[in-house]
């Protein structure tokens, strides 16, 4: 029972580490393509 338990306590937290990781991945993406769409808009206005 308790070595199940410990198999399902680790399946767990390799799910949510790798759930953190994808999400943590994500939103750096995010904040990436903001900052560029930010930089590209800013020099079009500059540059009209």
Same mark, same amino acid.
């Given at each position: 029972?308790?070595?199940?338990?410990?198999?399902?306590?680790?399946? #767990?937290?390799?799910?949510?580490?790798? @759930?953190?990781?994808?999400?943590?991945?994500?939103? $750096?993406? #995010?904040?990436?393509?903001?900052?560029? @769409?930010?930089?590209?808009?800013?020099?079009?206005? $500059?540059?009209?």
């Amino acid at each position: 029972m308790e070595v199940h338990d410990e198999e399902a306590w680790d399946r #767990a937290g390799c799910f949510w580490s790798l @759930l953190r990781f994808s999400i943590g991945w994500t939103i $750096l993406y #995010a904040i990436m393509g903001l900052a560029i @769409l930010a930089v590209a808009l800013f020099s079009l206005l $500059l540059f009209h």
